[in-house]
């Protein structure tokens, strides 16, 4: 029995050995012929793990691509440039609200000290408010102003024209009208004007007006934006024929001297000098015949005040012996008219009127015309297009 037990010992431990000794040369590698192990196994490993990691890499850039960055949504109030024709509220391009300053003319003479005194500047920073809303409105109507110059064109309709600028107006004062007292708070100034050819100003087309605008016309636009009652009144004169460019430079000329000599206790009668001086200097050759460019005696610039057009003061264009003083803080537009004519216009049907602003304003003669101006007053400044101031 024990040597038995000795026997099963004895054959467990050489079977033991064998296991370990297979294992062993398994594990061992091949010598070359050099003497050294072949690396072709571990080259195969080096391939198989190169492999994996370039697997593991494609695996990295495919779930890469998958992850598409977020589209970032535009915030209200982030455009950055007026469309066509102008939508774009004029607060969301300057949402700091300070609006573009435009051409600042110094003053001149006696007036000068205003430029140098520190007390003058302060009562001027002061008085920004005013300004701001004013600088508002004129940015307002130049974009307009800009967009309307490059898109009317010859056989277009007057209206057509005329409810163009008024939206584009709206839009930008971000007041429609469309709620009862809007039209107070900012949009349109005034009935847009479109007068052609020999009618001065303020002819604007009613509802159903089949008017058009043909090439040889000279239409002189007038349209306003008031932001908070301050009113920006300004108009230009369009022609598609070159003819007329002699016309449109010296009414153009003749404005700018007008804008440039007016100021603080300068008389009307020097404006009104300066103008037509200016005017008057220029000559326009139609059809062979040479026409000197007159003022036009009987039309006038005009004061400004707060949702009221005309204020009480004019503005004229030919020498005269009007003393009347600018003050400082009133607004004024600067107006001119040239002509080929006899420089001189006959009153005709107006076609708009504006709201009376103060009591006892006597608006007209006939009867119809006085219930049309009841009619404006009751509803707080809307435009009525199809009103006749006799």
């Not at 509220?89 to 300070?98: A, D, E």
């Not at 002819?203 to 040889?216: D, H, R």
């Not at 007209?364 to 009841?374: D, E, F, H």
Request: charged share 30%; net charge negative; with cysteine.
């Amino acid at each position: 029995m024990a040597a038995q037990v000795a026997d099963d010992i004895a054959n467990l431990k050489l079977k033991e050995n064998g296991d370990k000794s297979s294992s062993g040369k398994s594990n061992s590698k091949p010598l070359a012929e050099n003497g050294e192990a072949d690396d072709d196994d571990s080259d195969d490993d080096d391939e198989h793990a190169e492999a994996g990691a370039g697997g593991e890499a494609d695996g990295e850039k495919k779930k890469k691509k998958k992850r598409k960055p977020k589209k970032k949504k535009k915030k209200a109030g982030s455009a950055t440039a007026q469309t066509s024709p102008p939508r774009v509220l004029l607060t969301q391009l300057f949402p700091s609200g300070n609006f573009p300053e435009g051409e600042i003319c110094e003053y001149r003479g006696d007036q000068q000290y205003r430029t140098t005194s520190e007390e003058k500047r302060h009562l001027d920073r002061m008085n920004d408010d005013f300004l701001k809303e004013y600088r508002q409105g004129a940015e307002i109507h130049r974009q307009v102003r800009q967009w309307a110059q490059k898109n009317v064109k010859p056989g277009q309709t007057l209206t057509e024209i005329a409810e163009g600028i008024e939206d584009g107006v709206r839009h930008l004062t971000g007041h429609m009208g469309l709620e009862e007292g809007d039209n107070i708070k900012g949009g349109v100034g005034f009935p847009t004007g479109l007068s052609r050819n020999h009618c001065a100003a303020h002819y604007t087309p009613n509802a159903g007006n089949k008017m058009v605008l043909e090439q040889g016309d000279v239409m002189k636009v007038d349209f306003g934006v008031h932001v908070n009652g301050r009113i920006v009144d300004s108009a230009w004169t369009m022609a598609f024929d070159p003819i007329y460019d002699p016309l449109l430079t010296a009414v153009k000329d003749a404005t700018n001297t007008g804008v440039r000599e007016a100021g603080i206790d300068v008389r009307m009668s020097d404006i009104g000098a300066a103008i037509q001086e200016t005017m008057e200097s220029y000559e326009v050759e139609l059809g062979g015949t040479t026409y000197p460019v007159k003022a036009i005696r009987n039309l006038n610039g005009h004061n400004i005040g707060q949702w009221q057009i005309h204020g009480g003061k004019s503005v004229p264009i030919v020498k005269g012996g009007d003393q009347t003083k600018m003050e400082e803080g009133e607004v004024f537009a600067i107006e001119t008219f040239g002509s080929t004519g006899k420089g001189y216009v006959r009153d005709d049907v107006s076609s708009y009127g504006m709201l009376p602003l103060c009591k006892g304003y006597r608006c007209a003669k006939s009867c119809a015309s006085s219930r049309l101006c009841k009619e404006v007053t009751e509803h707080d400044y809307e435009e009525f297009r199809n009103a006749t101031i006799l």
